[in-house]
């Protein structure tokens, strides 16, 4: 018999769901239950992905398998214990639902292949979490001759790249146990918070997956041998080659990332904002139902040529989540550029015809807020 809380069949589940990609409460992919000397472990695998979450330990060696769907039957967030054993052919769940005893008997499924945990696992500092969550988000939903649905992991300089064609976000500094890039498929389990901590993560690799361990869950990844990575290090603008630069300050960063969402044209098709500094930085938004709207960023500098381009919202936004204050272009045609320490990210502008002109009865708001004068302090 092996014994899991309710609450544990939930985190695993939930784990499960992510990272396999599992949409129907009925799924009926093998998931194994086992009891090691390491402790009691539930994995799955598909094609793509496996996972293996590590909880502490039953007293017997034993080995369950049953179908995923059977797993949403009996989680939830208490300490109850749910007890799992063999009879014949039958898997037998049995535990309570407020004082009243449940019970599922569901056939026993096969075990699936399950990949190999590499020899050698590198240790990285938990950092490498953060990059990983912001590099899946990053990339295409979509496969395509190039692997934009991938992450490429490159062993020499320790860089992880992600693009979606449009975007693309670069790191170096890490510590991974091979030389060369290797491509594994963007993993929603990666994101999950049941696998983010503060614990360093371990990397290794097999012939065919690779591996990432976060305290007791691990996740594979099958590597992707067949397509190719956009060359990221040649796209890639040099600062040295940019000729204007926004500065943000922390206040106007705030500001301008509650603020975008909720300008002019946020649903229209590429959600476009004209970004304007000719004089003081304007970021400048309108709709079809909505009077242009421009936002001064009151605290902001910029250096460098004058000029006014036209860019996606999202992707403005997505920089400042990022953490960058400093925006660096070459002209208004050329991606546009943030760069600190050892992490990378630009995307490119969007065609020049959506640029917006001012206009003298345009909406202004004021990123500062107003300076206390002795009269209204009065």
Known sequence: MITLTRKQIRTARSLL???????????????????????????????????EYLFPGNPTIETIILPYATLVECEGTRQDPVRVHTAKDQVVLQWEEKGFPQCIWTVAKSASNFPARPEEMQENPSSLLTTLTEAVAITSKESSRFALDCLRLRGHDGQLAATDGRQALVQAGFDFPWEEGLLIPACSGLTAK??????????????????????????????????RFPD???????????????????????????????????????????????????????????????????????????LRCCTNRLYLARAIELGFRSFRLKGVNSPILCHKNSKTYFWAPLDQSGVLPPEENS????????????????
């Open 232 to 306: 990221i290090d040649r796209i890639t603008p040099k600062e040295s080659e940019t000729s204007t630069t926004l500065t943000l300050t922390d206040h106007d960063a705030s500001f301008l990332h509650s603020a975008l969402s909720r300008l002019p044209g946020t649903e229209e098709y590429n959600a476009p904002i004209t970004l304007d500094l000719s004089e003081n930085p304007i970021l400048r938004a309108r709709s079809t139902s909505h009077p242009t709207t421009e936002l001064l960023l009151c605290q902001s500098t910029y250096i460098g040529e004058k």
């Open 194 to 227: 049941e696998f983010l901590n503060e614990k360093p993560v371990r990397m290794g690799k097999t012939e065919d997956w690779v591996a990432i361990q976060s305290g007791p869950c691990t996740i594979w990844c099958r590597i992707d041998q067949q397509r």
């Open 17 to 51: 769901r992510r990272t396999l990609g599992l949409r129907s409460r009925n799924d009926q992919t093998p998931v194994e239950i086992a009891v090691t000397a390491e402790g009691t472990s539930v994995r799955a695998a598909s094609q793509k992905f496996a996972i």
């Open 363 to 378: 909406l202004q708001i004021e990123s500062a807020p107003p300076k206390l004068t002795a009269t209204n302090a009065a």
